[in-house]
């Protein structure tokens, strides 16, 4: 059993976790195969179109250095606590974790922001989310800052190399470097559970690289120095596993942040399983009808008066698309209706008894977290 924490300067989000194993290492694309003894040079299918040089590390944590920030909280003029965050505005918009400004966030938002170079300007907590621990944080520069640039993590694989900046044990603009681990990883797979009343299907990335405490809410980088990921917390106790919530999410709920001042989670009323063959051997093994199919999102129980319970669904049916797109995962259903709230949605249901799928239109709801 290993424990996780958030890595502010003190540590916090203590959970125990079972064992994580360790991920296979892809390995890097070379130009040539060639066996010296027996074959000759064969050219790989998917050749690498450039060398890394022996400063590609350095390179990109130049890229996105300047935009790296330490993050105080401070109690009666004394530093209380402190983590990291960038840059993603030049007009002073900083991103970083919930936990590490929830303090401040209680107390007004104020923070102390230190910049690359030193230079220090008081921050304001702008808003933040706690379900996926992100938080927006702004200042009011004289001159625009520098920013970092923004990349994508949904084809990140294991085994590509990623940097971690940050301000571990408050050592500002520490540089660590490793690979990714894993990706997809799910809360209950880390031990995390959603406390708060909203369904959290973020998938976080595993990586090597070292994150200790300060290094949370800092960037984790690709090679080309773009942030694909927001460093959020580590197994405490053990080197070698930690985690960052993937970009593409971070980017996501920025968005509802600026829009909505939270972040909008779809709620229908439902309960369900994802199904899969064995699953829907299971079930129907078990007298559900002898109908369940293989994919789709078999429903256990229904809330009263939910909106899905007014559209009409039912204990036994399965959830197969919505508006015509197809779903078979939480995380499929979750991405479908996160810009639907407050909107009528079409899905499409297996029914037992009925020969071809059906449709009911749902108004979808609201979670508050």
Known sequence: MVRLFGCTLRAQLVRRVPALCACTVS???????????????????????????ASFIADAAARASPALVNIAIMHYGQQHSSGSGFIVDPAGLILTNTHVVREAAAQGGAVRVTLSDGATLRGVVETSDAVS???????????PLPSVTL?????LRPG?????????????????????????????EIGLRDSLGARNTTAYIQTDAAINSGNSGGPLLNIEGEVIGVNTMKA????????????????RVVDQLQRHGRVLR???????????????????????????????????HVTAGSPAYRAGIRVGDTIQ?????????????IERLSDQVGKRVALTLHREGSKRPESLSVMVDSMHS
Do not use: W
Request: hydrophobic share 45%; aromatic share 4%; with cysteine.
């Open 27 to 53: 390995a890097l694309g070379v130009c040539h195969a060639h066996d010296q003894l027996t074959a000759p040079p064969v050219r790989c299918e998917k050749a690498q179109s450039s060398v890394l040089s």
């Open 133 to 143: 621990d992100i938080a927006i944080v702004r200042v009011q520069p004289s001159a």
């Open 151 to 155: 990349g994508k993590s949904e084809n």
């Open 160 to 188: 590509e190399f990623v940097i971690a900046l940050g301000a571990p044990l408050g050592l500002s603009n520490s540089v660590s470097f490793g690979i990714v681990s894993a990706v997809e990883r799910s809360r209950t």
């Open 236 to 251: 405490l106790g053990m080197d070698g596993i930690a985690f960052a919530v993937p970009i593409d999410e971070v980017k």
């Open 266 to 300: 779809p709620y229908l009323g439902l309960k369900f399983v994802e199904l899969n063959s064995s699953i829907a051997a299971e079930l129907n093994s078990r007298g559900q009808g002898g109908a369940v199919p293989s994919l789709g999102l078999y429903v256990m």
């Open 321 to 333: 698309g919505i508006d015509g797109a197809a779903v078979s995962s939480t995380k499929d259903l």
